[in-house]
């Protein structure tokens, strides 16, 4: 799997009460930014860890054993928490609708994705493709992941999102394939050019991963996960038209732009039906659970707009 290259670099250190309160202080000073990259490494190894195949069971860590990763965990949920502005949040499940769409119209990124379309240079593009590859080459396992206990209109529209991510069944087509395979191209290129992609190693991409893997993993932070997941699809088609612009722009071949080209229409379908029939329904049945789904959905929002700042930055560090 593509997206454990990065975790598996992490060091292997003890966590310290010290590297928790440098790395998410509770006093609203600035966290200390090599600490909280080391931290969400650790993090990101565990998750890979516990997301092996069955052939890996020796190494699958059992959740919550670890005393020093649910400290972390409790410390990184309570220090987003605290980001949240708890005016933002919807009061009822009836201007919910409304409310999610206007966190996504303003979570398109159109800087960023003007740029990607007319601008960027083929490093630059794979840079931000490689970039995307801690998230995208796990995505239909946190799909599966979000399904368990699901109701069964809800589940079913999570079932159709999984069979497209299974390339409705065709080997070839399945959007982690698609992508591994645009990531060859795109890591060759950055090799050709002797481009450093060390840049990727910042906490910006890890948070970006790691809190959507948090919330999928964890049972008990499902409706964040479903909230997040909801933003991420339905805010994902115009970059993703973007970059198919991008690329046609710089001449790369078609079978690379595939896995893009197919999520800007697959994608727009995933977040409107996420939001009807997953979103929707389960926000009308609990205020509790509404809660919790407006807060995936505003750390999410908040962590990717952090990621596509820096990571647009070392783009135009390129040049
Ligand atoms: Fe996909
Ligand atoms: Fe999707």
Known sequence: ??????????????????DIAAAFPPNGTTPDDDVRLA?????????????????????????????RIVRLEDEWLRWEDAQVDAGQLPSTAAEFTDWFLDVRNRHVQPGFSRYLAEEATIEEIALFFLAEELVDSRFDDLVALVQIGATPTSK?????????????????????????????????????????????????????????????????????ALGAMGLMEYSAPPRFQAMVDGCERLGVPADVVLYQRIHVHVDADHGAEWLDNVLVPLVRRSPEAMREVAMGILTRERIANAYYRRIWGHMREQR
Not at 166 to 182: D, K, V, Y
């Open 1 to 18: 799997m593509a997206g454990t290259q990065l975790g598996a670099l992490a060091p292997h250190r003890g966590i310290t009460d010290d």
């Open 39 to 67: 931290l969400m490494k650790q993090l990101q190894s565990h998750y890979t860890a516990y997301l092996a195949g069955a052939e890996g069971f020796q190494l699958v860590p059992r959740l919550n054993a670890d005393p």
């Open 156 to 224: 079913l529209t999570m079932a159709e999102n999984y069979w497209d991510e299974m390339g409705e069944g065709q080997l070839e087509r399945m959007h982690t394939r698609l992508f591994e395979h645009s990531a060859r191209y795109m890591r060759h290129r950055l090799a050709e050019r002797k481009i450093d992609i060390s840049k990727l190693q910042c906490t910006e991409i890890y948070e970006n991963a790691n809190i959507v893997l948090m919330y999928g993993i964890h049972r008990h932070l499902a409706p964040r």
